[in-house]
């Protein structure tokens, strides 16, 4: 049976194997999915599985097929959220300055 359905959701946990999809109808264990994300302008899509199922709050997906652009895409993704995540706080003087201002 070929069910297509489209459903927006939030993204979550974002790896370069996979991510968890919250929403409040989540498909069972072995469904397969194409994953679409949009963010910032870029595009990814991924063809993928439910490794788990969490009734009202979401999924759990693997990535089964990802075409060499649209791993270029979800890289360059991780990249920025590790580089942030590694960025050095804000020093007391940059907030002093701001009050001077």
Same mark, same amino acid.
């Given at each position: 049976?070929?069910? *297509?359905? #489209?459903?927006?959701? *939030?993204? /979550?946990?974002?790896?370069? +194997?996979?991510? +968890? ?7 069972? *264990? =072995? $469904? ?7 963010? =910032? =302008? !870029? ?5 993928? #599985?439910?490794?788990?199922? !969490?009734?009202?709050? =979401?999924?759990?997906? $693997? ?11 979800? !890289? /360059?993704?991780? *990249? !920025? $959220?590790?580089?942030?995540? /590694? $960025? ?14």
């Amino acid at each position: 049976m070929d069910t *297509r359905a #489209t459903e927006m959701t *939030r993204v /979550n946990e974002l790896s370069l +194997y996979g991510c +968890y999809l919250d929403t409040i109808t989540p498909l069972p *264990r =072995g $469904a397969k999915v194409i994953v679409k994300i949009i963010s =910032g =302008g !870029q595009f990814f899509e991924a063809g993928a #599985t439910v490794i788990y199922s !969490q009734p009202s709050l =979401g999924m759990g997906v $693997a990535f089964r097929e990802v075409k060499p652009v649209f791993l270029a895409v979800l !890289q /360059n993704w991780l *990249r !920025q $959220a590790l580089d942030k995540q /590694n $960025a050095p706080p804000p020093s007391i003087d940059d907030f002093e300055s701001e009050k001077e201002s």
